[in-house]
């Protein structure tokens, strides 16, 4: 076969060009010990993870391996991602964690399309599982920011708005607050008469006449009793 220098010092392994490490069938383990694993590089392409592509199915990239954590005191994250944004300038943007990448289903592809998907198997909870936990807080701040009008969303359990406990069991939506209302669609009487596709029980605020509307069969305002 063909050899290429491979310079190996005590501390490191230094090649010539391109290195493969792998490229078999075989299982390739790198750390394995109680030493820390440190993936580093300076290039502008940053670390590439490359699992195979093609009709395979199954997890491409497996964190854990399966296996469970028993840390009686403390927190244990299993991914941290600690890399802070300080730009004294300009307009640059970062982002801890971006999906990209094109959807293209062609042909009778029916499947449906997932970018992060939770489904973790719930056996025993004596606490609270909390599958998405949000606790920036800013007046800048986002915690879910949608900027595409023509994505829906669809929640099928109970939902509380202004409060950490848990909705009203008997409520789909329990909104709780002393200082703030509800906003309803505000829109001319011409606007509403637009809107298509109607469902008994539609609300929206009437600013040509300054009255809440509801539909039924028909549009009718909601007036002082």
Same mark, same amino acid.
């Given at each position: ?7 190996? $010092? ?6 010539? =060009? ?6 078999? /069938?075989?299982t390739v383990t790198i750390g394995g010990s109680s030493g820390q694993v440190v993936l580093s590089t ?21 964190? #854990? ?7 009686? /005191? ?27 990448? +094109?959807?293209? =289903? ?20 004596? #606490? ?9 807080? !800013?007046? !800048?701040?986002?915690?879910?920011? =949608?900027? #595409?009008?023509? @994505?829906?969303?669809n929640f099928v359990g109970s939902t509380a708005f202004g409060t950490t406990s848990a909705p009203v069991? @008997?409520?789909? +939506? ?14 001319? #009487?011409?606007? $509403?008469?637009?809107?298509? !596709?109607? $469902?008994?029980?539609? +609300? +929206? ?21």
């Amino acid at each position: 076969g063909v050899s290429n220098a491979v310079l190996m $010092r005590a501390a490191s392994i230094i090649p010539s =060009q391109a290195f493969t490490l792998g490229g078999s /069938s075989s299982t390739v383990t790198i750390g394995g010990s109680s030493g820390q694993v440190v993936l580093s590089t300076s290039n502008a392409s940053g670390i590439v993870l490359n699992p195979y592509g093609g009709t395979v199915t199954g997890s491409k990239i497996n964190l #854990g391996n399966a296996s469970n954590h028993a840390n009686t /005191s403390g927190t244990k994250n299993l991914v941290d991602i600690t890399a802070g944004f300080n730009p004294a300038s300009g307009t640059g943007i970062f982002a801890a964690l971006s999906v990209s990448g +094109i959807i293209s =289903q062609t042909s009778t592809a029916s499947g449906n399309v997932k970018g992060i998907v939770i489904e973790p198997t719930l056996t025993g909870i004596l #606490g609270t599982y909390y599958a998405l936990e949000i606790v920036a807080n !800013s007046t !800048s701040a986002k915690g879910v920011y =949608q900027s #595409g009008s023509s @994505t829906v969303n669809n929640f099928v359990g109970s939902t509380a708005f202004g409060t950490t406990s848990a909705p009203v069991a @008997t409520a789909l +939506i329990d909104m709780v607050s002393t200082t703030k209302g509800l906003g309803v669609p505000a829109m001319t #009487g011409t606007e $509403r008469d637009a809107i298509s !596709s109607l $469902r008994a029980g539609l +609300i +929206i605020y009437n600013t040509t006449t300054a009255k809440l509307n509801v539909f039924t069969t028909a549009w009718e305002a909601v007036t002082s009793l």
